[in-house]
Protein backbone atom coordinates (compact mmCIF):
# COMPACT_ATOMS: atom_id res chain seq x y z
CA UNK A 1 0.00 0.00 0.00
CA UNK A 2 1.27 3.35 -0.49
CA UNK A 3 1.08 6.03 1.53
CA UNK A 4 2.68 9.09 1.77
CA UNK A 5 2.57 11.82 4.75
CA UNK A 6 1.13 15.07 2.91
CA UNK A 7 2.05 18.80 3.10
CA UNK A 8 -1.00 21.02 2.64
CA UNK A 9 -1.43 24.47 2.18
CA UNK A 10 -4.19 26.96 1.14
CA UNK A 11 -3.99 30.45 -0.62
CA UNK A 12 -6.59 32.91 0.07
CA UNK A 13 -7.59 36.07 -1.91
CA UNK A 14 -9.81 38.62 -0.36
CA UNK A 15 -12.14 40.82 -1.44
CA UNK A 16 -11.69 44.50 -0.64
CA UNK A 17 -13.76 47.57 -0.35
CA UNK A 18 -13.21 51.07 1.89
CA UNK A 19 -14.15 55.20 0.76
CA UNK A 20 -11.52 55.29 -1.37
CA UNK A 21 -10.53 52.72 -4.72
CA UNK A 22 -9.32 49.20 -3.80
CA UNK A 23 -6.30 50.44 -5.30
CA UNK A 24 -5.98 53.50 -2.95
CA UNK A 25 -7.55 51.15 0.06
CA UNK A 26 -4.99 48.35 -0.99
CA UNK A 27 -1.59 50.70 -0.44
CA UNK A 28 -3.32 51.92 3.22
CA UNK A 29 -3.61 48.75 3.78
CA UNK A 30 0.36 47.26 2.69
CA UNK A 31 1.32 50.85 3.89
CA UNK A 32 3.08 49.31 7.06
CA UNK A 33 4.40 46.29 4.90
CA UNK A 34 5.86 48.61 2.43
CA UNK A 35 7.20 50.73 5.41
CA UNK A 36 8.93 47.36 6.82
CA UNK A 37 10.51 45.45 3.89
CA UNK A 38 9.77 48.12 0.65
CA UNK A 39 7.86 45.31 -0.75
CA UNK A 40 3.95 43.96 -1.13
CA UNK A 41 5.00 40.29 -0.75
CA UNK A 42 6.67 39.42 2.03
CA UNK A 43 7.20 36.11 4.41
CA UNK A 44 5.12 36.78 7.60
CA UNK A 45 6.63 35.54 11.18
CA UNK A 46 4.67 32.27 10.83
CA UNK A 47 6.25 31.50 7.47
CA UNK A 48 2.93 32.01 5.38
CA UNK A 49 3.71 34.53 2.27
CA UNK A 50 1.39 37.91 2.36
CA UNK A 51 0.81 39.55 -0.94
CA UNK A 52 -0.87 41.88 -3.09
CA UNK A 53 -2.11 40.22 -5.69
CA UNK A 54 -3.41 41.12 -9.15
CA UNK A 55 -6.86 43.09 -9.12
CA UNK A 56 -5.91 44.54 -5.26
CA UNK A 57 -6.67 41.65 -3.73
CA UNK A 58 -4.75 41.29 -0.61
CA UNK A 59 -3.54 37.30 -0.14
CA UNK A 60 -2.31 34.94 1.90
CA UNK A 61 -0.82 31.39 1.30
CA UNK A 62 -0.39 29.52 3.94
CA UNK A 63 2.84 27.78 5.46
CA UNK A 64 3.65 23.86 4.62
CA UNK A 65 1.12 21.92 6.99
CA UNK A 66 0.55 18.05 7.36
CA UNK A 67 -2.05 18.34 9.78
CA UNK A 68 -5.94 19.41 8.93
CA UNK A 69 -6.00 21.93 12.63
CA UNK A 70 -2.65 23.14 11.91
CA UNK A 71 -3.94 24.03 8.53
CA UNK A 72 -6.71 25.71 9.87
CA UNK A 73 -4.70 27.30 12.32
CA UNK A 74 -2.72 29.30 10.39
CA UNK A 75 -5.80 29.64 8.02
CA UNK A 76 -7.14 31.87 10.28
CA UNK A 77 -3.52 33.33 11.29
CA UNK A 78 -4.40 34.95 7.47
CA UNK A 79 -7.65 36.83 9.09
CA UNK A 80 -5.61 37.93 11.70
CA UNK A 81 -3.08 39.65 9.71
CA UNK A 82 -5.02 41.05 7.08
CA UNK A 83 -7.41 42.60 10.03
CA UNK A 84 -4.69 43.89 12.00
CA UNK A 85 -3.54 45.75 8.53
CA UNK A 86 -7.11 46.62 8.07
CA UNK A 87 -7.07 48.28 11.28
CA UNK A 88 -4.49 50.34 11.01
CA UNK A 89 -5.62 51.43 7.26
CA UNK A 90 -8.77 53.24 9.10
CA UNK A 91 -6.76 54.95 11.64
CA UNK A 92 -3.72 56.14 9.02
CA UNK A 93 -7.06 57.16 6.31
CA UNK A 94 -8.72 59.43 9.65
CA UNK A 95 -5.51 60.96 10.46
CA UNK A 96 -5.46 62.44 6.94
CA UNK A 97 -9.20 62.93 7.04
CA UNK A 98 -10.50 59.91 5.13
CA UNK A 99 -13.41 58.78 7.11
CA UNK A 100 -15.18 55.54 6.93
CA UNK A 101 -14.60 51.52 7.27
CA UNK A 102 -12.81 49.40 5.48
CA UNK A 103 -13.82 45.75 4.50
CA UNK A 104 -11.83 42.94 3.75
CA UNK A 105 -14.38 40.17 2.38
CA UNK A 106 -13.14 36.32 2.76
CA UNK A 107 -15.62 35.78 -0.28
CA UNK A 108 -15.05 34.88 -4.26
CA UNK A 109 -17.27 37.16 -5.85
CA UNK A 110 -17.35 40.67 -5.84
CA UNK A 111 -20.74 42.91 -6.37
CA UNK A 112 -19.88 43.17 -10.11
CA UNK A 113 -18.94 39.82 -11.03
CA UNK A 114 -14.95 39.24 -10.71
CA UNK A 115 -14.06 36.22 -8.59
CA UNK A 116 -11.18 35.56 -6.69
CA UNK A 117 -10.07 32.55 -5.26
CA UNK A 118 -9.07 29.84 -2.54
CA UNK A 119 -6.51 27.68 -3.93
CA UNK A 120 -5.56 24.37 -2.55
CA UNK A 121 -2.65 22.16 -2.68
CA UNK A 122 -1.28 18.75 -1.67
CA UNK A 123 2.07 17.34 -2.30
CA UNK A 124 1.49 14.12 -3.94
CA UNK A 125 4.44 11.64 -5.32
CA UNK A 126 6.24 12.25 -8.26
CA UNK A 127 5.24 9.09 -9.15
CA UNK A 128 1.56 9.68 -10.05
CA UNK A 129 0.23 10.91 -12.91
CA UNK A 130 -1.34 13.77 -12.33
CA UNK A 131 -3.36 14.09 -15.27
CA UNK A 132 -4.64 9.94 -14.32
CA UNK A 133 -4.92 11.46 -10.80
CA UNK A 134 -7.07 14.32 -12.05
CA UNK A 135 -9.44 12.19 -14.12
CA UNK A 136 -10.20 10.15 -11.16
CA UNK A 137 -10.59 13.04 -9.08
CA UNK A 138 -12.44 15.42 -10.89
CA UNK A 139 -15.86 13.83 -10.15
CA UNK A 140 -15.38 14.12 -6.37
CA UNK A 141 -14.47 18.18 -6.34
CA UNK A 142 -17.19 19.00 -9.41
CA UNK A 143 -19.78 17.62 -6.85
CA UNK A 144 -17.32 18.83 -3.40
CA UNK A 145 -19.67 21.88 -3.49
CA UNK A 146 -22.79 20.13 -1.90
CA UNK A 147 -20.56 19.61 1.19
CA UNK A 148 -18.38 22.74 0.62
CA UNK A 149 -19.41 25.26 -0.88
CA UNK A 150 -19.93 29.05 0.52
CA UNK A 151 -23.37 29.80 -1.12
CA UNK A 152 -24.46 33.11 -2.60
CA UNK A 153 -27.18 34.68 -4.01
CA UNK A 154 -27.76 35.12 -7.66
CA UNK A 155 -29.76 38.26 -9.60
CA UNK A 156 -30.73 35.42 -11.87
CA UNK A 157 -30.68 32.07 -10.52
CA UNK A 158 -31.34 32.65 -6.93
CA UNK A 159 -29.48 31.03 -3.83
CA UNK A 160 -26.08 28.70 -5.73
CA UNK A 161 -24.69 26.48 -3.50
CA UNK A 162 -20.82 27.72 -4.78
CA UNK A 163 -19.74 31.08 -4.92
CA UNK A 164 -16.99 29.51 -8.07
CA UNK A 165 -18.96 27.01 -9.98
CA UNK A 166 -19.87 29.69 -12.67
CA UNK A 167 -16.05 31.22 -12.52
CA UNK A 168 -14.40 27.96 -13.46
CA UNK A 169 -14.04 27.13 -17.34
CA UNK A 170 -11.96 24.07 -17.60
CA UNK A 171 -11.58 20.82 -16.09
CA UNK A 172 -7.63 19.91 -16.07
CA UNK A 173 -5.54 22.67 -17.40
CA UNK A 174 -2.39 24.74 -16.82
CA UNK A 175 -4.54 28.18 -16.96
CA UNK A 176 -5.30 29.95 -13.47
CA UNK A 177 -6.59 33.33 -14.46
CA UNK A 178 -7.31 33.26 -18.31
CA UNK A 179 -9.39 30.08 -18.38
CA UNK A 180 -9.77 28.51 -14.84
CA UNK A 181 -9.93 25.15 -14.31
CA UNK A 182 -10.76 22.56 -11.94
CA UNK A 183 -7.19 21.26 -11.48
CA UNK A 184 -4.04 23.40 -12.26
CA UNK A 185 -1.58 21.14 -13.34
CA UNK A 186 1.40 23.81 -13.86
CA UNK A 187 4.40 21.57 -12.05
CA UNK A 188 5.46 24.18 -9.24
CA UNK A 189 6.30 21.43 -6.32
CA UNK A 190 7.68 24.11 -4.01
CA UNK A 191 9.88 20.81 -3.63
CA UNK A 192 12.61 18.01 -4.83
CA UNK A 193 10.70 17.75 -8.79
CA UNK A 194 12.39 14.43 -8.82
CA UNK A 195 9.65 13.05 -5.76
CA UNK A 196 6.95 15.43 -5.63
CA UNK A 197 4.37 17.25 -7.61
CA UNK A 198 1.83 19.79 -6.14
CA UNK A 199 -1.87 19.02 -6.57
CA UNK A 200 -3.66 22.57 -7.25
CA UNK A 201 -7.23 22.72 -6.77
CA UNK A 202 -8.93 26.12 -7.91
CA UNK A 203 -12.24 25.41 -7.68
CA UNK A 204 -13.17 25.32 -4.19
CA UNK A 205 -14.83 28.43 -2.19
CA UNK A 206 -13.49 30.30 0.78
CA UNK A 207 -15.33 29.28 3.52
CA UNK A 208 -15.94 31.34 6.62
CA UNK A 209 -17.47 27.86 8.93
CA UNK A 210 -14.34 26.35 10.30
CA UNK A 211 -16.13 23.02 10.03
CA UNK A 212 -16.74 23.44 6.32
CA UNK A 213 -12.99 24.45 5.73
CA UNK A 214 -11.93 21.09 7.59
CA UNK A 215 -14.31 18.87 5.60
CA UNK A 216 -13.66 20.20 2.35
CA UNK A 217 -9.71 20.16 3.08
CA UNK A 218 -9.86 17.09 5.07
CA UNK A 219 -12.41 14.95 2.67
CA UNK A 220 -9.86 15.72 -0.22
CA UNK A 221 -7.06 14.60 2.11
CA UNK A 222 -8.76 10.92 2.48
CA UNK A 223 -9.88 10.69 -1.37
CA UNK A 224 -5.98 11.63 -2.60
CA UNK A 225 -4.82 9.25 -0.23
CA UNK A 226 -7.28 6.41 -1.49
CA UNK A 227 -6.07 7.24 -5.13
CA UNK A 228 -2.88 7.05 -4.53
CA UNK A 229 -3.05 3.97 -2.22
CA UNK A 230 -4.36 2.37 -5.39
CA UNK A 231 -8.17 1.72 -4.12
CA UNK A 232 -10.69 0.99 -7.23
CA UNK A 233 -13.12 3.24 -7.81
CA UNK A 234 -16.40 2.87 -10.53
CA UNK A 235 -15.95 4.83 -13.42
CA UNK A 236 -17.05 8.31 -12.61
CA UNK A 237 -15.95 10.64 -15.50
CA UNK A 238 -18.86 13.08 -16.34
CA UNK A 239 -19.48 13.51 -20.01
CA UNK A 240 -19.39 17.17 -18.92
CA UNK A 241 -17.81 18.21 -15.79
CA UNK A 242 -17.70 21.97 -16.43
CA UNK A 243 -21.79 21.86 -17.16
CA UNK A 244 -22.67 19.46 -14.47
CA UNK A 245 -20.47 22.04 -12.08
CA UNK A 246 -22.59 24.93 -12.94
CA UNK A 247 -25.63 23.06 -12.77
CA UNK A 248 -25.58 21.59 -9.24
CA UNK A 249 -24.50 24.54 -7.68
CA UNK A 250 -28.58 25.23 -8.88
CA UNK A 251 -30.06 22.07 -7.26
CA UNK A 252 -29.62 21.57 -3.61
CA UNK A 253 -31.33 18.18 -3.41
CA UNK A 254 -28.06 17.31 -5.27
CA UNK A 255 -30.62 14.71 -7.54
CA UNK A 256 -30.11 16.00 -10.97
CA UNK A 257 -28.91 13.41 -13.53
CA UNK A 258 -25.34 14.03 -14.81
CA UNK A 259 -24.62 11.76 -17.91
CA UNK A 260 -21.70 9.45 -17.61
CA UNK A 261 -18.78 9.39 -20.38
CA UNK A 262 -19.21 5.65 -20.00
CA UNK A 263 -23.32 5.80 -20.31
CA UNK A 264 -25.81 5.64 -17.82
CA UNK A 265 -26.46 8.80 -15.25
CA UNK A 266 -25.41 9.47 -11.85
CA UNK A 267 -26.17 11.89 -9.43
CA UNK A 268 -24.07 14.27 -7.41
CA UNK A 269 -25.59 13.16 -4.23
CA UNK A 270 -24.62 9.44 -5.41
CA UNK A 271 -20.81 10.15 -6.45
CA UNK A 272 -20.38 12.26 -2.83
CA UNK A 273 -21.87 8.89 -1.21
CA UNK A 274 -19.47 6.76 -3.43
CA UNK A 275 -16.25 8.50 -2.19
CA UNK A 276 -17.61 8.93 1.58
CA UNK A 277 -18.10 4.86 1.22
CA UNK A 278 -14.79 4.38 0.59
CA UNK A 279 -13.37 6.58 2.49
CA UNK A 280 -15.06 4.86 6.22
CA UNK A 281 -13.34 2.15 4.40
CA UNK A 282 -9.71 3.67 4.02
CA UNK A 283 -9.97 4.54 7.42
CA UNK A 284 -9.92 1.45 8.94
CA UNK A 285 -6.94 0.82 6.94
CA UNK A 286 -5.41 4.41 7.00
CA UNK A 287 -1.43 4.52 8.70
CA UNK A 288 -1.66 6.50 11.47
CA UNK A 289 0.00 9.33 10.57
CA UNK A 290 0.15 12.89 9.87
CA UNK A 291 -3.62 14.25 11.01
CA UNK A 292 -4.86 12.78 13.70
CA UNK A 293 -7.54 9.80 13.63
CA UNK A 294 -9.80 11.86 16.04
CA UNK A 295 -9.80 14.92 13.24
CA UNK A 296 -10.45 12.79 10.50
CA UNK A 297 -13.78 10.47 12.37
CA UNK A 298 -14.47 14.14 12.77
CA UNK A 299 -14.67 14.59 9.37
CA UNK A 300 -15.52 11.36 8.00
CA UNK A 301 -18.72 12.25 10.94
CA UNK A 302 -19.62 15.98 9.41
CA UNK A 303 -19.37 14.46 5.84
CA UNK A 304 -21.91 11.82 6.52
CA UNK A 305 -24.45 14.00 8.13
CA UNK A 306 -23.86 16.44 5.39
CA UNK A 307 -25.20 14.52 3.14
CA UNK A 308 -28.11 12.71 5.09
CA UNK A 309 -29.15 15.96 5.44
CA UNK A 310 -28.90 16.35 1.68
CA UNK A 311 -30.68 13.25 0.79
CA UNK A 312 -33.69 14.07 3.25
CA UNK A 313 -33.33 17.92 2.73
CA UNK A 314 -33.39 18.39 6.61
CA UNK A 315 -30.55 20.61 7.04
CA UNK A 316 -31.28 20.50 10.98
CA UNK A 317 -28.31 18.72 12.09
CA UNK A 318 -26.14 20.33 10.29
CA UNK A 319 -27.04 24.29 9.52
CA UNK A 320 -24.79 25.41 12.26
CA UNK A 321 -21.65 23.94 10.33
CA UNK A 322 -21.80 23.88 6.86
CA UNK A 323 -21.55 26.92 4.99
CA UNK A 324 -23.88 27.15 2.84
CA UNK A 325 -26.48 25.90 4.92
CA UNK A 326 -25.65 28.58 7.86
CA UNK A 327 -26.25 31.14 4.84
CA UNK A 328 -29.35 29.90 3.75
CA UNK A 329 -31.12 30.02 6.85
CA UNK A 330 -30.00 33.49 7.81
CA UNK A 331 -31.64 34.42 4.61
CA UNK A 332 -34.80 32.78 4.80
CA UNK A 333 -35.29 34.38 7.92
CA UNK A 334 -34.67 38.03 6.46
CA UNK A 335 -37.05 37.12 3.84
CA UNK A 336 -39.53 35.96 5.69
CA UNK A 337 -39.54 39.15 7.31
CA UNK A 338 -38.71 42.08 4.42
CA UNK A 339 -39.21 40.21 0.86
CA UNK A 340 -37.72 37.44 -1.51
CA UNK A 341 -36.68 40.73 -3.15
CA UNK A 342 -35.27 43.26 -0.40
CA UNK A 343 -32.31 44.68 -0.97
CA UNK A 344 -31.19 43.59 2.58
CA UNK A 345 -30.76 40.25 1.51
CA UNK A 346 -27.80 41.02 -0.93
CA UNK A 347 -26.22 42.97 1.96
CA UNK A 348 -26.64 40.45 4.78
CA UNK A 349 -25.06 37.66 1.51
CA UNK A 350 -22.13 39.86 1.61
CA UNK A 351 -21.64 40.66 5.06
CA UNK A 352 -21.70 37.33 5.77
CA UNK A 353 -18.09 36.99 5.04
CA UNK A 354 -17.15 40.38 6.33
CA UNK A 355 -13.59 38.95 8.60
CA UNK A 356 -13.63 41.39 11.15
CA UNK A 357 -14.61 39.63 14.57
CA UNK A 358 -16.91 42.89 16.04
CA UNK A 359 -19.07 43.54 12.51
CA UNK A 360 -19.23 40.44 10.38
CA UNK A 361 -22.01 38.68 10.12
CA UNK A 362 -20.72 35.32 10.70
CA UNK A 363 -19.14 36.34 13.41
CA UNK A 364 -21.88 37.56 14.76
CA UNK A 365 -23.93 33.98 14.60
CA UNK A 366 -20.92 32.62 16.13
CA UNK A 367 -21.16 34.54 19.60
CA UNK A 368 -24.98 33.57 19.10
CA UNK A 369 -24.42 30.43 18.60
CA UNK A 370 -25.85 29.93 15.09
CA UNK A 371 -22.36 28.56 13.95
CA UNK A 372 -20.12 26.12 15.17
CA UNK A 373 -16.53 26.80 15.86
CA UNK A 374 -13.49 24.06 15.92
CA UNK A 375 -12.15 25.87 18.72
CA UNK A 376 -8.79 26.35 17.09
CA UNK A 377 -6.86 29.94 17.90
CA UNK A 378 -5.08 31.77 15.07
CA UNK A 379 -1.05 30.18 14.76
CA UNK A 380 1.06 32.59 14.45
CA UNK A 381 4.27 30.96 15.06
CA UNK A 382 5.90 28.64 11.72
CA UNK A 383 4.76 24.78 11.61
CA UNK A 384 7.12 22.86 13.91
CA UNK A 385 7.01 19.57 11.82
CA UNK A 386 7.62 21.30 8.42
CA UNK A 387 10.06 22.84 6.60
CA UNK A 388 8.26 26.37 7.65
CA UNK A 389 9.82 25.86 10.83
CA UNK A 390 13.20 26.38 9.07
CA UNK A 391 11.90 29.49 7.47
CA UNK A 392 10.33 30.75 10.84
CA UNK A 393 13.26 30.39 12.62
CA UNK A 394 15.51 32.36 9.74
CA UNK A 395 12.95 35.17 9.86
CA UNK A 396 13.15 35.99 13.77
CA UNK A 397 17.04 35.62 13.43
CA UNK A 398 16.84 38.24 10.72
CA UNK A 399 14.56 40.58 12.16
CA UNK A 400 16.24 40.25 15.66
CA UNK A 401 19.61 41.15 14.14
CA UNK A 402 18.49 43.59 11.50
CA UNK A 403 20.15 41.50 8.34
CA UNK A 404 18.74 41.93 4.99
CA UNK A 405 16.83 38.47 3.75
CA UNK A 406 15.26 36.91 1.24
CA UNK A 407 13.22 34.14 1.02
CA UNK A 408 10.71 32.54 -0.80
CA UNK A 409 9.08 28.74 -0.65
CA UNK A 410 12.38 26.86 -1.27
CA UNK A 411 15.23 29.29 -0.50
CA UNK A 412 17.12 31.14 2.46
CA UNK A 413 19.35 33.74 1.12
CA UNK A 414 21.14 36.70 3.61
CA UNK A 415 21.76 39.19 0.95
CA UNK A 416 24.90 39.68 -0.98
CA UNK A 417 25.66 35.81 0.51
CA UNK A 418 24.71 32.48 -1.07
CA UNK A 419 21.46 30.96 -0.68
CA UNK A 420 20.59 27.60 0.91
CA UNK A 421 17.87 25.74 -1.05
CA UNK A 422 15.69 23.27 0.87
CA UNK A 423 14.13 21.00 -1.14
CA UNK A 424 12.62 18.63 1.16
CA UNK A 425 9.45 19.91 2.34
CA UNK A 426 9.21 17.79 5.47
CA UNK A 427 12.62 18.76 6.79
CA UNK A 428 12.76 20.14 10.17
CA UNK A 429 16.36 20.51 11.17
CA UNK A 430 19.43 21.59 8.74
CA UNK A 431 23.09 22.66 9.67
CA UNK A 432 22.90 24.89 6.76
CA UNK A 433 20.50 27.18 8.04
CA UNK A 434 21.81 26.71 11.76
CA UNK A 435 25.06 28.22 10.00
CA UNK A 436 23.26 30.99 8.37
CA UNK A 437 21.84 32.07 11.81
CA UNK A 438 24.95 31.86 13.38
CA UNK A 439 26.57 34.24 11.08
CA UNK A 440 23.64 36.85 11.71
CA UNK A 441 25.10 37.29 15.20
CA UNK A 442 28.39 37.50 14.17
Excluded at 40 to 64: C, K, M, Q, W
Aim: aromatic share 6%; hydrophobic share 40%; net charge negative.
Amino acid sequence: MIFHRRIMGVETEYGISGALSPEDTARYLFRPIVAKYSSTNVFAPNSSRLYLDVGSHPEIATAECDDLRQLLAHEKAGDAMLNDLAVQAEAAQAAEGIEGPIYLFKNNVDSVGNSYGCHENYLIGRDMVLKTLGKQLLPFLVTRQLTSGAGMLSATDGFLVSQRADQVWEGISSATTRSRPVINTRDEPHGDSKKYRRMHVIVGDSNMSEPTFLLKVGSTLLVLEMLEAGLTFPDLELQNSILDLRAIARDRTGRLPLQLKNGGTITALEIQEIFYEHALKWFTERPDEGTSRADLERVLDLWGRTLTAIRTQDYAAVDTEIDWMIKLKLLRRYADKLGEDHPKLAQVDLTYHDIRPDRGVFHLLTRKGLAATADVEPEMTAPATTRATLRGKFLAAAEETGTPVTVDWTHLKINGAESVELLDPFSTVDERVDELIAGMAR
